[in-house]
C-alpha cells in the first residue's frame, strides 16, 4: 500500500508538470500572435513538455506490463549486430537533442557468434532502458559509449556482456544499492532537472531477472557510471 501510495504521489506531479507546461506555452502563443520567434519558443517548449509526458505515460505502462504479463519463455531466432543497431537509432537521435555524443563502439565490441535464440524483444527493451537512461543524466558534451563482448560459447550457448558508460553526473556510493528500485532518485531535484521518472533502471532490472540475466550494481569511473549485464543465449547459424 505505501510503494502504490508513493507511486500515485510521483504520478500525479510528474504528469501535471508537463501538461501544465504545455497549457502555459499555448496560452502565452496566444498573446503574440503576430510575433513568430515567440511562437517559435513555444512551439519548442511544447514539443518538448509532450515527449517527457510520454516518457512517463511510455514508464507507467511499461511498468504495469511487466507486473501483469505472463512472461513467453518462447526462444526466437535473432541477429544480435541488427538488434544493437536498432536498439540504439533512436538513443542516438535523442543524444543529439541533448548535443551529447552517442557511441556504438564496434571496435570494442567482440561479437564472434551473432545468429542467436532466445528472447530478443526483452533484451531490446533492456539495452534501450539503459542506454536511455544514460543519455538523460549526461550533460551536453558529454559522452554515452554501448558495446559488448562475448565472454564465452560452446557448441550450444553464448554469453555476451554487455556495457552502458558515460560521463554523466554519476551518484553517491550510497546510492548505488538502491539504483534499481523503483521511483528511485539521488534528490529530488532529478525529478524535475532530468525529467525523470525513476523507474527506468528498475524496467531495466525486472526484464533482466525474467531473462535469468545478471545485471550489476552500476561501479564508478572517472566520472559518470558504468552498467554491465550478462546475458546467456542459445548459438545457431543464420
Same mark, same amino acid.
Given at each position: 500500500?505505501?510503494?502504490?501510495?508513493?507511486?500515485?504521489?510521483?504520478?500525479?506531479?510528474?504528469?501535471?508538470?508537463?501538461?501544465?507546461?504545455?497549457?502555459?506555452?499555448?496560452?502565452?502563443?496566444?498573446?503574440?500572435?503576430?510575433?513568430?520567434?515567440?511562437?517559435?519558443?513555444?512551439?519548442?517548449?511544447?514539443?518538448?513538455?509532450?515527449?517527457?509526458?510520454?516518457?512517463?505515460?511510455?514508464?507507467?505502462?511499461?511498468?504495469?506490463?511487466?507486473?501483469?504479463?505472463?512472461?513467453?519463455?518462447?526462444?526466437?531466432?535473432?541477429?544480435?549486430?541488427?538488434?544493437?543497431?536498432?536498439?540504439?537509432?533512436?538513443?542516438?537521435?535523442?543524444?543529439?537533442?541533448?548535443?551529447?555524443?552517442?557511441?556504438?563502439?564496434?571496435?570494442?565490441?567482440?561479437?564472434?557468434?551473432?545468429?542467436?535464440?532466445?528472447?530478443?524483444?526483452?533484451?531490446?527493451?533492456?539495452?534501450?532502458?539503459?542506454?536511455?537512461?544514460?543519455?538523460?543524466?549526461?550533460?551536453?558534451?558529454? @559522452?554515452?559509449?554501448?558495446?559488448?563482448?562475448?565472454? /564465452? =560459447?560452446?557448441?550450444? !550457448? %553464448?554469453?555476451?556482456? #554487455?556495457? @552502458?558508460?558515460?560521463?554523466?553526473?554519476?551518484?553517491? /556510493? =550510497?546510492?548505488?544499492? !538502491? %539504483?534499481?528500485?523503483? #521511483?528511485?532518485?539521488?534528490?529530488?531535484?532529478?525529478?524535475?532537472?532530468?525529467?525523470?521518472?525513476?523507474?527506468?533502471?528498475?524496467?531495466?532490472?525486472?526484464?533482466?531477472?525474467?531473462?535469468?540475466?545478471?545485471?550489476?550494481?552500476?561501479?564508478?569511473?572517472?566520472?559518470?557510471?558504468?552498467?554491465?549485464?550478462?546475458?546467456?543465449?542459445?548459438?545457431?547459424?543464420?
Amino acid at each position: 500500500m505505501a510503494l502504490k501510495s508513493r507511486f500515485l504521489s510521483n504520478m500525479s506531479h510528474d504528469i501535471r508538470t508537463p501538461v501544465n507546461g504545455i497549457m502555459g506555452m499555448i496560452e502565452l502563443a496566444g498573446h503574440y500572435p503576430d510575433n513568430l520567434e515567440m511562437q517559435k519558443r513555444c512551439r519548442d517548449q511544447v514539443m518538448k513538455s509532450s515527449k517527457y509526458l510520454v516518457s512517463i505515460v511510455s514508464d507507467i505502462l511499461e511498468m504495469n506490463k511487466l507486473e501483469f504479463e505472463e512472461f513467453s519463455d518462447q526462444e526466437l531466432s535473432f541477429d544480435l549486430a541488427d538488434l544493437l543497431s536498432r536498439a540504439n537509432t533512436g538513443k542516438q537521435i535523442l543524444a543529439e537533442e541533448k548535443n551529447v555524443e552517442f557511441v556504438v563502439d564496434w571496435e570494442k565490441s567482440d561479437m564472434r557468434h551473432t545468429g542467436l535464440k532466445g528472447n530478443p524483444v526483452y533484451l531490446e527493451r533492456i539495452l534501450t532502458a539503459v542506454a536511455d537512461n544514460a543519455v538523460k543524466f549526461t550533460e551536453p558534451g558529454g @559522452c554515452v559509449q554501448v558495446w559488448c563482448v562475448e565472454k /564465452e =560459447a560452446d557448441h550450444d !550457448h %553464448v554469453v555476451y556482456e #554487455f556495457t @552502458c558508460s558515460d560521463n554523466g553526473i554519476g551518484m553517491s /556510493e =550510497a546510492f548505488i544499492p !538502491h %539504483v534499481f528500485e523503483m #521511483f528511485s532518485q539521488e534528490n529530488e531535484t532529478c525529478r524535475s532537472r532530468y525529467e525523470e521518472t525513476g523507474l527506468g533502471l528498475a524496467i531495466a532490472r525486472k526484464m533482466a531477472d525474467r531473462l535469468g540475466c545478471g545485471t550489476q550494481d552500476p561501479f564508478h569511473e572517472k566520472k559518470g557510471y558504468r552498467y554491465n549485464s550478462n546475458h546467456c543465449h542459445e548459438c545457431q547459424c543464420i
